[in-house]
Structures are given as C-alpha cells and as structure tokens.
C-alpha cells in the first residue's frame, strides 16, 4: 500500500517556490504502510507513521508566510511546506522530527503541507 499526494499550486506561489527548487515534479506527500515521507524541493521530512499524533486540515494561511521556501513557525518550531493559501494538513508528531535544516538539530513537532486533497491524506494518515 502506497499513497501519493501532490501539492496543489496556486498561481501565485508558482514563481517564488520555483526560486527554491520547489515544482509540481519535487514536491509531493507519500504515505505507505510504515512511513510519512514529504519532499518539498530540497526539503525532505521522514518519519514513522507509528510517530503521527493527529492531522487537522486548516486553511487561510498569508502569503508572506508561506510561499516560497520551507517555513519555519518561530511561535511552535512547526514547518510549513505550502504551495497555496487556501487549504493543507497539519500533521502533528509524538516525538518532534527533522526537516528545515540539514543537520537536524532543529526538530519540528508539526508540519503542514497543502496537497491538493487534504482529507484524504488525514484519512490515509488515520487508517
């Protein structure tokens, strides 16, 4: 069992995440039976799916905070991969894991994600 999912693009987040590498061909959610993987350009998460505390779809996110590159939120130290200010996941972790940097010392306990059909990745993720 495999299950993708692709970032939906809004028009406007197109050139600022083409800047950073992020396209419709980099970026994408897959979800099997063990593990969480989310690609975001250069950006990679992984994490055990045993690790996955619960997912809330969510919406309305500014502009300035989330196109581009991968986000970091200075409030929670949760990461945003987004590619639209309309609609995503958030994805909550038992045990914070690794994404924004590439040593991973910086732990995220949360991401967020905005592929193109939110409730199905949070019913995939709940199976």
């Given at each position: 069992m495999k299950h993708e999912?692709?970032?939906s693009f809004?028009?406007?987040y197109r050139l600022p995440a083409l800047a950073?590498?992020?396209?419709?061909?980099?970026a994408r959610v897959v979800v099997d039976?063990?593990?969480?993987?989310?690609?975001?350009?250069?950006?990679?998460?992984?994490?055990?799916r045993a690790n996955i505390a619960g997912t809330q779809v969510?919406?309305?996110y500014a502009f300035h905070r989330t196109a581009g590159p991968a986000h970091l939120s200075?409030?929670?130290?949760?990461?945003?991969?987004?590619?639209?200010?309309r609609r995503?996941?958030?994805?909550?972790?038992?045990d914070a894991v690794p994404a924004i940097e590439?040593?991973?010392?910086?732990?995220?306990?949360?991401?967020?994600?905005?592929?193109?059909d939110p409730d199905a990745l949070a019913a995939v993720l709940a199976a």
């Open positions: 999912f692709e970032f809004e028009g406007r950073f590498g992020v396209t419709p061909a980099t039976e063990d593990e969480l993987l989310v690609r975001f350009g250069p950006w990679l998460l992984r994490t055990q969510s919406g309305g200075l409030t929670d130290r949760g990461v945003t991969f987004a590619t639209n200010s995503g996941l958030c994805i909550a972790f038992h590439p040593t991973g010392v910086l732990r995220h306990p949360g991401a967020t994600v905005t592929v193109t």
